[in-house]
């Protein structure tokens, strides 16, 4: 059974700062790696995905790296801005034949500081 | 040109009644999934449809039972509502899982048991 554990659950940083969110994931055999933000009273925006065989993602600020084997992923935001605050969950996606279940993490809330 | 939509946004009503939430998506998707966040913001998968057929049941009661009556459209009822059925519950799809394209989500109907 999977399980995803982010670390930390809450972060506060000033505003323009650099930063890394964490993620691990149990069983190794992922399909890919997600990450979403979610905002107050929203549902959640999909921000990057990683397939199994990458080792990382880049959109923007934001970068998403893979290590399978180590069953961990990092977010990683430069230059952080007021509006980055919200919520980050980081799921990973595991196949059982032709099922395939996306497993969440309870979540990192950032609060960046003007 | 909401992509994913979920009627009501609110839902207060008392323990013991019967209640749906509609779910529409205009995206194209064959795939699509009802999950349930818990107060402690913990986001977890309860049943996926495929090209309107149950590929995903996860342990949930069965008072709870989702309804697709086509591609687009998976709706969620809820029979003799109990206190612990109080949620924000979303909606979601996808192209095939094993596409390694996101979930996309909708805003999320709170559920509130008095």
């Known amino acids: 059974k999977q399980e995803v554990t982010q670390i930390p659950a809450a972060l506060s940083v000033p505003e323009g700062e650099n930063l890394v969110l964490n993620c691990s994931f149990t069983d190794s055999a992922i399909y890919n790696l997600q990450w979403f933000r979610q905002d107050p009273g929203k549902g959640l925006t999909s921000l990057l995905l990683i397939q199994s065989s990458q080792r990382e993602q880049t959109s923007g600020r934001l970068n998403a790296s893979l290590d399978k084997s180590s069953g961990r992923s990092t977010l990683y935001i430069a230059a952080s801005q007021p509006g980055d605050s919200a919520t980050y969950l980081c799921?990973?996606?595991?196949?059982?034949?032709?099922?395939?279940?996306?497993?969440f993490g309870k979540g990192t809330l950032l609060t960046v500081n003007p | 040109d909401t992509a994913v939509s979920q009627t009501p946004k609110y839902l207060v009503t008392q323990m013991g009644n019967d209640k749906s939430i509609k779910c529409e998506q205009n995206l194209g998707h064959d795939t699509m999934y009802w999950y349930k966040q818990d107060s402690k913001k913990f986001l977890k998968i309860m049943f996926s449809?495929?090209?309107?057929?149950?590929?995903i049941n996860e342990t949930v009661p069965n008072r709870f039972s989702p309804k697709s009556p086509d591609k687009a459209h998976l709706n969620l009822h809820i029979n003799s509502l109990e206190l612990g059925d109080s949620a924000v519950y979303f909606c979601a799809s996808s192209q095939v899982p094993g596409s390694n394209q996101p979930q996309h989500f909708g805003d999320g109907t709170r559920l509130s048991i008095l």
């Open positions: 799921a990973a996606l595991n196949s059982g034949g032709s099922n395939y279940k996306l497993t």
């Open positions: 449809y495929n090209n309107k057929e149950l590929i």
